[in-house]
């Protein structure tokens, strides 16, 4: 069996056994994604909506690293009291498609004509109910469909006053706005929760920690962690001739600490591979030994290590579990990392690479030296990485810790599963590269 094959069979088994739970056990998938990474613990299900941003966490000054790394490293511990406490003031209400609106209005505004306002009725109140349509705009009297979506209430009466006033009414009418029945799209919420079930949430309370509210928390005994998998991967032919650095070339992902770090050592030659479309002006920032190969495909990657003596990721957002960083161990070849977020869970100092201090291109310049100029090191740090990779993350293990949290659910027996469990080992991996 190839390595493709064997890779291809773990995926088909997930898969299957994914498919056989959802199916027995009522788990409703919908919305528009899935947590990947948290199945079978935590599945927040968004009927049509997003629920979290895709933003990343970014330290983007040298004193907000400081305060992180003070804090130290997170004990699990589910405190329900901070959790609720942390939830950020987000502003007035935002009027969505689905709300209705009741408007007080004067009666003057359903007139043409100047002489109703001029007679003194202005102040006779009317009610007027618009639903925001799925374009987000409402009906208003006279002047037809208008765009409110995202505004506030007080935004609204404004802008409803400038429509009408001077072009209709010779003075500015009262126009009072409130909520008569907010859109609530319904939260499916199960797994790891106090209480699972489908709720119904306003659009300011689309938020992680205000659904998981709603079903009363995480239980204290309901987290999971499943470190990503790594395909196997032949090492790499090596030594390396660049310094590599492979990703989305952007900010966050400290690609300025990269081009201060490879001006100040100009003997030693730099490759970036990846898009970087959030940093147009790059190419005429690059420094004379750095150059940049724009986005690769898929089987150009193996090309790539392969002219890597080791590689960089001088991140300055809080990482969670870059891939990169994988791809590079078990190709036998270290890594020199920021030492934030959770890359020193991954990146072991003096074992499979190097950490250096985000922020500071004079740090990560004498790293990059001390690993370049010392091939003995390098060549030991890349060993034991790609042993650790193929250890600890390879697609048996993963898939074993992941069915392990499916049977906290559900026990699933052979009698009850209609598939086959058993897997391929590791010989089988290694025999197959």
């Known amino acids: 069996m190839g390595t493709d094959d064997v890779y291809q069979s773990i995926v088909t088994r997930c898969t299957s056994g ?3 739970i959802a199916t027995n056990h009522d788990l409703v998938y919908g919305g528009r994604w899935i947590l990947r990474g948290l199945l079978g613990v935590i599945l927040l299900v968004i009927g049509g909506c997003d629920l979290i941003g895709g933003d990343q966490l970014t330290a983007s000054r040298q004193n907000d690293l400081e ?11 589910i405190d329900h009291e901070r959790i609720y406490q942390s939830r950020k003031p987000i502003g007035p209400y935002r009027v969505g498609c689905g709300d209705l609106l009741k408007l007080q209005m004067p009666t003057v ?8 306002a001029e007679s003194g009725r202005i102040d006779r109140m009317e009610t007027v109910l618009s639903r925001v349509d799925d374009d987000g705009d409402i009906s208003l009297p006279i002047v037809g469909e208008h765009r ?5 209430l007080p935004e609204i009466e404004t802008a409803i006053q400038q429509l009408y006033y001077p072009r209709y009414v010779v003075c500015p009418p009262v126009v009072v706005t409130q909520i008569e029945d907010y859109h609530k799209p319904q939260v499916t919420i199960t797994g790891a929760v106090v209480k699972s079930g489908r709720y119904a949430l306003r659009r300011d309370q689309m938020t992680l920690v205000s659904a998981l509210m709603e079903a009363g928390g995480i239980l204290e005994t309901g987290a999971a962690v499943i470190p990503n998998m790594i395909e196997p991967a032949a090492p790499a032919s090596g030594p390396g001739s660049i310094v590599g650095f492979i990703g989305r070339l952007s900010p966050e992902k400290g690609v300025d600490t990269l081009l201060a770090a490879a001006k100040l050592l100009p003997e030693i030659p730099f490759a970036a591979a990846g ?5 147009p002006d790059l190419p005429g920032r690059l420094p004379i030994n750095l150059r940049l190969l724009g986005a690769i495909e898929p089987a150009g990657i193996s090309d790539f290590y392969n002219r890597c003596r080791f590689t960089l990721l001088p991140s300055v957002c809080l990482e969670g579990f870059p891939s ?8 036998g070849l270290p890594v020199i990392a920021s030492r934030i977020g959770a890359i020193p869970e991954i990146v072991q100092e003096n074992k499979t690479g ?6 500071d291109p004079r740090d990560l310049t004498e790293k990059i030296r001390r690993l370049w100029n010392n091939p003995n090191l390098c060549r030991h740090l890349g060993r034991n990485a790609r042993q650790i990779a193929m250890r600890d993350y390879n697609p048996e293990i993963y898939y074993a810790k992941l069915m392990g949290i499916y049977e906290t659910i559900t026990p699933i027996t052979d009698q009850s599963y209609p598939g086959d469990l058993s897997m391929p080992t590791c010989h089988e991996f290694a025999e197959n590269k």
Do not use: C
Not at 67 to 77: K, L, P, S, T
Not at 148 to 152: N, P, S, W, Y
Not at 354 to 359: I, S, T
């Open 354 to 359: 190097l950490l250096f201090d985000p922020f």
């Open 324 to 331: 990169t960083i994988l791809e590079s161990m078990i190709r």
């Open 18 to 20: 994914m498919n056989w």
């Open 148 to 152: 409110i979506q995202g505004l506030t």
């Open 275 to 279: 898009s970087f479309q959030a940093m």
């Open 67 to 77: 305060e992180f790394q003070r804090a130290g490293q997170v004990v699990f511990h």
């Open 109 to 116: 505004v359903r007139s043409v004509s100047t002489d109703l």
